[in-house]
T-cell receptor, first 112, second 114 residues
Framework: SQQGEEDPQALSIQEGENATMNCSYK?????LQWYRQNSGRGLVHLIL?????REKHSGRLRVTLDTSKKSSSLLITASRAADTASYFC????????????FGQGTTLQVKP | EAGVAQSPRYKIIEKRQSVAFWCNPI?????LYWYQQILGQGPKLLIQ????????DSQLPKDRFSAERLKGVDSTLKIQPAKLEDSAVYLC????????????FGPGTRLTVT
């Protein structure tokens, strides 16, 4: 079953612009993770934010988490053509094995 | 550090045939996962191993899919017999322990069932 719902499903922007993707989930979580997948390849971990954290940064990435609204956002600043990929949020539910449940993903296209 | 290795990268079989995928995780990673990713969707967990024990296989179609993890290291995923709807990318991932850590993914095996 898919827990995360991502919005938008697809996003197209110009190089240099910022890209924002949102993720909503349904149950209590231990952490939320974001992954990137380039066409035809495996997923690459971007960032992990724990349930007691509200914001986290990594280079040009900024992730926020609002556990009261059960939502997260991923912001990519000053986007580059190389950022073109699919982005997935994944939630690790509280109190279990910590299995990750992935959303459907947002496809980002950055035009040069 | 070597990444997660998977083979084969591509496989085409006819329905009702059998197929096997192999995965070698990152050295020292206790947890190994197999995911199925259908085109246009996010990965769906099929089975999670902790060392050589199964932690979660709730979404594994056990009438046709089986998996094992040998000596807590390499793993194989088998489908027998395959159906058309099994066409997907099968991803293997490993982590230090459960969903509380980041997962490292292999390149995947693209299966086409005709």
């Amino acid at each position: 079953s898919q827990q995360g719902e991502e919005d938008p499903q697809a996003l197209s922007i110009q190089e240099g612009e910022n890209a924002t993707m949102n993720c909503s989930y349904k149950t209590s979580i231990n952490n939320l993770q974001w992954y990137r997948q380039n066409s035809g390849r495996g997923l690459v971990h971007l960032i992990l934010i724990r349930s007691n954290e509200r914001e986290k940064h990594s280079g040009r990435l900024r992730v926020t988490l609002d556990t009261s609204k059960k939502s997260s956002s991923l912001l990519i600043t000053a986007s580059r053509a190389a950022d073109t990929a699919s982005y997935f949020c994944a939630t690790a539910e509280s109190g279990n094995t910590g299995k990750l449940i992935f959303g459907q993903g947002t496809t980002l296209q950055v035009k040069p | 550090e070597a990444g997660v290795a998977q083979s084969p990268r591509y496989k085409i079989i006819e329905k009702r045939q059998s197929v096997a995928f192999w995965c070698n995780p990152i050295s020292g990673h206790a947890t190994l996962y197999w995911y199925q990713q259908i085109l246009g969707q996010g990965p769906k967990l099929l089975i999670q191993f902790q060392n050589n024990g199964v932690v979660d296989d709730s979404q594994l179609p056990k009438d046709r899919f089986s998996a094992e993890r040998l000596k807590g290291v390499d793993s194989t995923l088998k489908i027998q017999p395959a159906k058309l709807e099994d066409s997907a990318v099968y991803l293997c991932a490993s982590s230090l322990g459960g969903g509380f850590f980041e997962q490292y993914f292999g390149p995947g095996t693209r299966l086409t069932v005709t």
